[in-house]
């Protein structure tokens, strides 16, 4: 519950999520539901109809289990998040680079584009 409340008072509705190679920006929507839980609901960009943007989300619990993983190892990689969260990864694989957007917006963690696929703990 602490993570959602920092996630909800860094990354209000309208927040840029950092993306490593996005054209344009994904955005947070807000609160929602998926995979039967509370979720951080975003907006990706539809290039083929601008007006209509795509929604995604991911659950508190999923932010959870890969804080939990960056602080336990000091990375987050791409390969344990398709592993451990498989429904999440399901969805679409940008909401790996979504979590780890967040935890940059959170200072926790940052991107190396050396090294494609991980996140590390700051």
């Not at 959870?64 to 344990?80: A, E, M, N």
């Not at 909401?95 to 991107?111: D, M, P, R, S, W």
Request: glycine share 10%; charged share 25%; with cysteine.
């Amino acid at each position: 519950m602490m993570l959602e409340k920092r996630i909800n008072r860094i990354a209000p509705p309208g927040t840029a999520i950092p993306k490593p190679n996005a054209r344009k920006p994904f955005r947070v929507k807000g609160n929602g539901i998926r995979r039967g839980s509370r979720a951080l609901i975003y907006t990706i960009p539809n290039h083929n109809e601008p007006n209509s943007p795509y929604e995604k989300g991911i659950a508190y619990t999923e932010f959870d289990r890969c804080y939990h993983r960056l602080k336990q190892t000091g990375q987050l990689t791409r390969s344990w998040f398709k592993r451990s969260l498989s429904n999440c990864e399901a969805e679409g694989p940008c909401n790996f680079t979504t979590v780890g957007g967040i935890f940059e917006l959170l200072g926790v963690a940052y991107y190396d584009a050396r090294r494609p696929g991980v996140y590390f703990e700051k």
